[in-house]
């Protein structure tokens, strides 16, 4: 019995290792191998990355990733080229030769090497969660990390060829990006949103092509791990700017509260819509979304808002029916 006991152990020791304590286990990242296998010896400075690297060293100390890697006293996996690359000795070898390569890895490789230091903006299974994640993007998808490399385009994006091409931008008034994107976020998030950009063309839209709205200002691409403390409903997305609607009302529209249904977008599309102020629809049809029972007999001829009715569709603080402020 004793044996078999000690038997058992040694088999959970040894199960509970190989998922655990090998740095070759299935469940690590390329990089996280990468970097486990390497020995102090097989680092180089980074003058020996410039031999063959001129170009992107040279450009380096303009880049925002120049300042965070550059401390003497950071490890050597978190230090100069080689902390987002792996050991230079190592891309060098004649036997085993490996680099981090991002545009090379698969999506999911690349934001896990990313994810090594940027573990505070989100974790790896956060990041997964994402609809990003889900379709198969990785940081390098959006980012641009050497300032002096031609950024390319997905794929699968709707423009082809460089991001950087004069000819690329979706709007005349674009917005300089920042946070290390490839181009404007409008010409950014519209190689894969092209129905959107297709809805801010229309003859009211948020103002987008105008400059003076980008696509952060209302989404997140990819939350943090705060974003719980910081989670705002829809409404208090679309009240940051509409202040006249934010309320509270003493007669609150259950819609515009919050309360029921689909916040704003109940009545009005968040890009653009061919109807005056984005609403869905421009007729009595709007508000018998929900009030079905009035949609027959109700005062039927204009629609229920600028018929001189329920002008305070938003809320009011004086009426139950809405009919005026």
């Known amino acids: 019995m004793k044996v078999q006991v000690l038997f058992l152990a ?16 299935k469940g690590a990242s390329q990089a996280e191998r990468l970097f486990a296998r390497a020995t102090p010896d097989d680092y180089m400075s980074d003058a020996g990355c410039a031999e063959c690297h001129d170009g992107i060293a040279k450009n380096f100390p303009s880049s925002p990733h120049a300042a965070l890697v550059s401390d003497p006293s950071l490890p050597l996996d978190k230090k100069g080229c080689q902390g987002c690359h792996g050991p230079g000795n190592i891309h060098q070898a004649e036997e085993d030769a490996e680099v981090i390569s991002f545009r090379k890895m698969t999506p999911k490789e690349s934001a896990a090497a990313c994810l090594r230091c940027h573990a505070q903006t989100l974790s790896e299974n956060h990041w ?22 031609d950024p390319a385009w997905e794929t699968h994006a709707l423009k082809k060829g460089k991001a950087g091409d004069p000819r690329t931008p979706m709007f005349v008034a674009k917005v300089d990006p920042k946070a290390m994107l490839k181009a404007d976020e409008a010409t950014l998030c519209g190689q894969c949103h092209p129905s959107t950009i297709a809805e801010f063309r229309t003859s009211n839209h948020h103002p987008v092509p105008e400059g003076r709205v980008v696509c952060s200002d209302c989404h997140t691409p990819h939350p943090t791990k705060d974003a719980k ?20 009302f003493t007669f609150e529209h259950d819609p515009v509260a919050g309360f029921t249904g689909n916040g704003c977008q109940e009545c009005h599309r968040p890009h653009g819509a061919n109807n005056p102020k984005m609403l869905n629809s421009v007729t009595r049809g709007l508000c018998a979304q929900c009030h079905t029972d009035k949609l027959a007999t109700h005062y039927p001829g204009r629609t229920c808002w600028n018929a001189g009715c329920h002008v305070a569709s938003h809320g009011s603080n004086t009426d139950p029916r809405f009919l005026k402020q």
């Open 10 to 25: 040694a088999g959970i020791a040894l199960l509970s290792y190989g998922f655990t304590g090998s740095p070759q286990n």
């Open 128 to 149: 997964k969660r994402t609809e990003h994640a889900r379709a198969d993007l990785s940081c390098v998808s959006c980012h641009q990390i050497h300032t002096d490399t």
């Open 229 to 248: 403390l910081t989670h705002d409903s829809l409404k208090g997305k679309c009240v940051t700017c509409h202040t006249d609607k934010a309320g509270p």
